[in-house]
């Protein structure tokens, strides 16, 4: 059939129009790969980054005094810049015998809970960087590190001075997790890990190899996950052995120093409730080059306070031989710990099923007890036909006892009697994880007689005070409850009231008659008050400022709709500050989300959020896209829903196209949203979530995905909720995967990484990949590379680029866009 003048005129201008866009995409790819410095965005978001921050709180454990300490701005890129070593999955600074790159406060002010005055604390050095802050378990002290440029001293503040000092001059060892001291009941001490004062110089690599480095299996399954910043040979084996070992010192508050035993390579030290002991886990050889330090040998002891072995409790193995399904756990003693409502008693668990969840058995784990001298044979309390999940112990003669499946999402929780091993276990809770509105809440704690925290009970010991969010199908309405272990009944004491969104903090008064809470409204900000239930009496205890008062006026509300499939979805919705629907008509849009899954439609319609929450902006989330005339939609619902037989992920794809259709829907059903010019953004599995998206549909018109996982061969042994590996569902792990799908991408992406990013699964190489794949392919995306920067990124200035990034792609691509992508079906 010959083609009229008209087609011909329309098939030319077509023609023309791709290939002129084309080149301007090629000569705008060949400028941004050619770009090397830092960008910033409109001042508008340089002020967003900028804002003054609100201080931390914290409270003294009577209660009796607030602790507000000083939030710094985004640091900057010569701090991120700092040295860093990686050993075995951590991240420390040689320099310093610390964490690499840790968040830090930079002053402190003591608030009299009772008058209200102010102290702000001297004797700080200019510009102090200050961590690992912790109360003494009296108030009148509070101890923490001050990181210099060559190590790390250990402060004090005295509060009733409130006046800081150095308590020693020696260096303190933090490279390994959690706190490196711990206060003695009566606040007059510390167990402290310093760096050990004859460590001598720094191992020094050989320029000539020894020799190749070699691994070997023998025929024992030892999957893993793609752990990174793993040890790589014998040299990284001796710095580890370098940075992280300890010496423990007895530390007064006058600054006496006693050393306590050999050094070690400690992973924890705890006191027994009593003092006399001490329990202390130690890392020893031989070290893996596949599974990071939480994995390598154990050798857990108990010391008496002069560093003498007391008991030898334990020696675990190399842990590389863990299944990777959900629920599996390591053979041996777990969970070691102290008794909390007794002297010196230790408590464990053990597997019964070697760990596997694959086994078919009738009980799971076992919870045991040893009371010292430690030369009897253990007690045994109860035999899990679950997973074991947790412990609380309490003062009124019994503990509360937790087990967990994660297949199905099943919980229990047990109440036992610890002194009688013969007496029956009563089941309290039994529920399923996934439903929020039946959730009884957590129970509340309070100090015992030896300063550890036991169970907070009511009436006699029979009953609990739990605190909870309260989800409702209306929102979250956080609550205070008395529950009954007896009758299983709970009765409610207090519940948040519309239009505030206010939850509890700590407790005040034992039977729950005063605390202190956390108020706010969509348009107040949250601050901290003091509520009396018996009264009615609220008084505020801080009066913080707007952070954002510039988008003050952002219209937020919280939405609620319906996928095509039935499952119920929720959203909240915010508006430019200003925007008129009759004037302004529809908005150019922006989604941002992350999926989670499901074992039940009716669990994942239920609602988790508050229509009161604090219109907060952030420069780490969509709020961006307002100060660009954007509608924007955060924490857009996009379950995985996989029910009885089925598996959330075999309908991935299928559910996200759902999930992203029922939201435009919405806004289109408002009047608000566009659909013709919206965009899908998320990180890390929301940035899977976009690439998914993209590659198998045409819904938007740009996204935006940051440090993400695109290539799901790069995970073999699992992923997010993902139980099975590569070879069980090869199907599923290619499907799943949009690097398999990059031809797909017919609209443009921005890829964002950090570029020393440590998350497992996230390597750099999943975003250059993806990208080289798409734009080898011909589609239209671009790649940003985040120097010093890991999963999330800190830095003013590379947080300043990612919004430029960001703003620039969505004005170029959406707002502005004319139909540049057409021709790329």
Do not use: C
Request: net charge negative; charged share 20%.
């Amino acid at each position: 059939m010959p083609l009229s003048i008209h087609n011909i005129i329309h098939t030319l201008m077509r023609y023309l129009k791709l290939h002129v866009t084309l080149l301007f995409l090629l000569i705008f790819a060949g400028i941004s790969s050619a770009q090397d410095t830092y960008q910033k965005p409109s001042q508008e978001l340089i002020d967003l980054v900028d804002g003054a921050r609100n201080p931390s709180v914290s409270f003294s454990p009577d209660r009796s005094t607030l602790l507000l300490q000083d939030v710094p701005s985004l640091p900057s890129i010569a701090e991120m810049a700092q040295p860093e070593l990686r050993l075995a999955g951590i991240r420390i600074n040689p320099n310093t015998n610390g964490p690499s790159r840790p968040g830090y406060v930079t002053g402190f002010t003591l608030r009299d809970m009772a008058t209200g005055e102010d102290r702000v604390v001297t004797g700080l050095p200019e510009n102090p960087v200050i961590t690992t802050v912790s109360w003494s378990p009296t108030g009148s002290h509070i101890a923490f590190l001050l990181n210099t440029d060559s190590s790390l001293e250990l402060w004090m503040v005295n509060v009733e001075r409130a006046e800081a000092g150095k308590l020693v001059d020696g260096g303190v060892n933090n490279t390994y997790f959690g706190s490196p001291f711990t206060w003695d009941r009566y606040g007059e001490k510390l167990i402290v890990q310093m760096v050990p004062a004859d460590r001598g110089d720094v191992p020094q690599r050989s320029m000539v190899p020894t020799g190749p480095v070699i691994q070997e299996s023998i025929g024992l399954a030892r999957p893993a996950r793609t752990f990174q910043d793993l040890l790589q040979d014998s040299h990284d084996e001796d710095l580890f052995d370098y940075y992280f070992t300890s010496q423990l010192t007895e530390v007064t508050l006058n600054g006496t120093e006693r050393e306590i035993g050999e050094p070690a390579i400690f992973r924890s030290v705890s006191l027994s409730p009593d003092g006399n002991f001490m329990l202390v886990n130690m890392t020893e050889r031989p070290y893996s080059y596949r599974v990071p330090a939480s994995r390598f040998p154990q050798n857990i002891q108990v010391w008496d306070r002069d560093g003498n072995l007391v008991h030898p409790f334990a020696e675990l193995p190399l842990a590389d031989s863990v299944p990777i399904a959900f629920s599996a756990t390591t053979e041996g003693p777990r969970s070691v710990s102290w008794r909390n409502d007794a002297a010196a008693t230790l408590s464990w668990v053990e597997a019964l099923d070697g760990g596997d969840p694959s086994v078919d058995v009738e009980f799971r784990d076992r919870l045991l007890t040893l009371e010292a001298p430690f030369d009897g044979e253990p007690a045994e309390h109860i035999d899990l036909e679950y997973r074991y999940s947790g412990l609380q112990w309490s003062e009124d003669g019994f503990a509360l006892v937790t087990e967990f499946w994660r297949d199905d999402r099943h919980l229990r929780t047990w109440k036992i009697n610890p002194d009688d091993t013969s007496a029956e276990a009563q089941l309290i809770m039994d529920r399923s994880t996934e439903d929020r509105y039946n959730d009884p809440g957590s129970p509340q704690m309070r100090r015992s007689q030896f300063g550890t925290w036991v169970l907070n009970t009511v009436d006699g010991g029979t009953s609990l005070l739990m605190t909870g969010i309260g989800a409702t199908p209306e929102g979250n309405r956080p609550f205070l409850s008395s529950y009954n272990l007896e009758t299983q009944e709970s009765t409610e004491l207090w519940r948040s009231e519309s239009p505030y969104y206010e939850m509890i903090v700590t407790l005040l008064e034992d039977d729950g008659s005063t605390f202190i809470t956390r108020r706010e409204s969509v348009d107040v900000q949250p601050n901290f008050f003091v509520r009396n239930i018996e009264s009615g009496e609220l008084e505020q205890l801080t009066f913080f400022d707007h952070p954002t008062p510039q988008l003050r006026d952002v219209h937020k509300e919280f939405i609620q709709y319906e996928r095509a499939d039935g499952v119920q979805l929720s959203a909240t919705l915010y508006l430019p500050p200003g925007y008129e629907k009759e004037r302004d008509g529809k908005l150019p849009v922006l989604v941002w989300a992350y999926p989670r899954e499901f074992r039940s439609a009716d669990a994942a319609g239920q609602v988790a959020d508050s229509p009161y929450r604090f219109a907060s902006m952030s420069h780490w989330g969509p709020h961006f896209a307002l100060t660009m005339g954007f509608a924007v939609v955060e924490n857009a619902t996009m379950p995985i829903v996989g029910e009885g037989d089925k598996n959330p992920n075999d309908t991935f794809v299928e559910q996200l196209i759902l999930s992203s259709e029922a939201v435009l829907d919405e806004l289109e059903r408002r009047g608000v949203g566009d659909r013709t010019r919206a965009a899908i953004g998320g990180h890390s599995y929301g940035a899977f979530m976009t690439a998914n998206i993209l590659a198998h549909s045409r819904i938007f018109r740009a996204g935006i995905a940051r440090s993400g996982a695109f290539n799901r061969t790069l995970t073999p042994f699992g992923f997010q909720a993902e139980p099975r590996n590569f070879w069980d569902a090869s199907e599923i792990y290619l499907s799943m995967s949009p690097f398999m799908h990059a031809h797909g991408i017919k609209d443009p992406i921005l890829f964002i990484h950090g570029a020393e990013d440590n998350n497992s699964g996230t390597f750099p190489m999943q975003s250059e990949r993806m990208y080289a794949a798409v734009s080898g392919l011909g589609g239209i995306a671009r790649l940003v590379m985040l120097p010093e920067e890991s999963h999330g990124y800190r830095a003013r200035e590379s947080v300043l680029h990612m919004l430029y990034e960001q703003s620039e792609w969505l004005s170029r691509f959406v707002k502005n866009a004319d139909d540049v992508t057409a021709g790329l079906d």
